[in-house]
């Protein structure tokens, strides 16, 4: 192919990955104002110079109170026009899962899982210019995920069989033609039972962008490498299960919310009233 022929083939490929730089940039902001609230309500529960912490001493109540903040921040981001625009991933892991499923194009994928990252990273340094130095407390540490006392094994485990749950989970809800509109409410749920009950094991991360983006801040890199393979790993599986049980056709769509009248780069059709 000489030089000249090989323009056009270059433009159509580099078209080909901004076509869908709408819903790439809608993902990184989402997961960015997941991590603005991730950090706002860390300080605001943890800090001990925190209202909050003097009037709810109890650890656990306050870890409830920081799992239902955030299981409602991603309830709302999975609902809001933006959410159900780009389908609400906000998860390098979620995004592989539905690659896997035929549902996310490769460019798509990579489009999505970078603008996640740098989302994540945004969030978290916006977080400090907002919140200041009380992120960088050692009660709050910039919302960081580290394994908790039984080490690196058992926080590769529970991180591992809660992205599995979750995306199991979120395929059986989101292609239930009766349930499928409460898949937003099911996985807020999940996120916030996690965090009350999961978060002493591994932090309750399910995400390497989200762990990367605190450990950016925080400079804290303890079992950052578990982050990485244990909630892909799980969504992964997850979508291996229910491939092989329900088959490719049984995998309606990719997002997470697609009973709305926003345009879907993962049908081919308008997915309104469906």
């Not at 609902?79 to 609400?88: K, L, N």
């Not at 390497?208 to 244990?230: I, K």
Request: a positive charge.
């Amino acid at each position: 192919m000489t030089a000249t022929a090989a323009e056009p083939a270059a433009r159509r490929r580099a078209a080909g990955y901004l076509a869908h730089w709408r819903e790439y940039a809608i993902e990184g902001t989402l997961l960015g104002l997941f991590m603005v609230s991730a950090c706002g309500f860390t300080a605001l529960l943890e800090h001990p110079a925190s209202p909050a912490v003097r009037a709810i001493p109890d650890p656990f109540v306050r870890r409830f109170l920081t799992g239902c903040a955030m299981g409602a921040t991603a309830i709302a981001l999975i609902y809001s026009r933006w959410g159900m625009r780009s389908g609400a991933h906000m998860n390098p892991s979620t995004t592989l899962a539905f690659t896997r499923l035929g549902k996310v194009a490769p460019r798509d994928a990579i489009g999505y899982a970078a603008a996640q990252f740098v989302g994540g990273a945004l969030g978290v340094a916006l977080s400090g210019l907002l919140f200041g130095s009380l992120l960088a407390h050692e009660r709050v540490r910039w919302a960081v995920t580290v394994p908790g006392p039984g080490g690196l094994l058992v926080a590769f485990a529970a991180e591992l069989a809660i992205a599995f749950v979750l995306m199991t989970v979120i395929l059986r809800v989101s292609n239930h033609p009766r349930f499928a509109a409460w898949t937003g409410i099911c996985a807020g749920l999940l996120v916030a039972a996690y965090i009350t009950f999961e978060a002493p094991l591994s932090g309750m991360s399910l995400n390497p962008a989200r762990t990367l983006a605190s450990a950016l801040g925080a400079h804290e890199w303890t079992g950052l490498w578990l982050y990485f393979t244990a909630p892909p790993l799980g969504m992964l599986l997850a979508a291996e299960v229910y491939l092989r049980t329900r088959g490719p056709a049984a995998v309606f769509c990719a997002k997470l919310h697609h009973q709305n009248s926003e345009p879907c780069i993962f049908c081919e059709h308008r997915t309104a009233g469906a």
